[in-house]
């Protein structure tokens, strides 16, 4: 019912829903599309929330779907590992080639391999970077979404503590 009158109030498909049963507390958005959209929250969760912190969660992730962050996620993994692909063959290119050449040439191999080792050094840095800030950025947004969505801010506040295990609450 949570589930189905938050999406009312904004004019959204309802996902699927499903439960884990299982006593952690944890809750998920998944899915591409209307036909595959799933909220997904555990027993714990459910068992361990008020009903107006429950329902701040499920804005959370209906928010997550609504701002399309699954599809997000999956165009960032393709392009991290498209990079990461075309520098293991630049790496392995330069690499096994230098093997064959190495009784002609003098370290020069060699300083071509380091140097292919930093760049792909620098660029996993900075793709790691870029994950974190957008997964961190879009978190804050499923997070302000779902507080204007429920208009009840401090049940998603008190949600969070509890599941964080720092619940004074």
């Not at 938050?6 to 209307?34: K, Q, V, W, Y």
């Not at 027993?43 to 209906?62: F, K, M, P, Q, S």
């Amino acid at each position: 019912n949570l589930t189905e009158n938050l999406c009312m109030s904004i004019g959204m498909t309802m996902p699927m829903l499903r439960i884990i049963e299982s006593d952690g507390l944890n809750a998920f958005a998944s899915g591409i599309n209307d036909k595959t959209y799933t909220v997904t929250l555990t027993r714990g969760i459910i068992d361990t929330l008020e009903d107006d912190e429950l329902e701040g969660v499920i804005a959370h992730e209906l928010m997550h779907i609504r701002n399309h962050d699954v599809k997000l996620l999956i165009v960032s993994i393709i392009f991290v590992g498209i990079f990461s692909f075309i520098m293991q063959i630049a790496y392995r290119s330069i690499y096994y080639g230098s093997l064959r050449k190495r009784n002609n040439d003098k370290g020069g191999g060699a300083a071509l391999v380091i140097i292919v080792l930093v760049l792909a050094a620098v660029a996993y840095f900075l793709s790691f970077l870029f994950k974190m800030s957008l997964s961190r950025k879009r978190e804050f947004l499923a997070d302000a979404g779902a507080a204007e969505m429920t208009r009840k801010p401090w049940a998603l506040a008190n949600a969070l503590a509890k599941i964080s295990g720092n619940s004074t609450v």
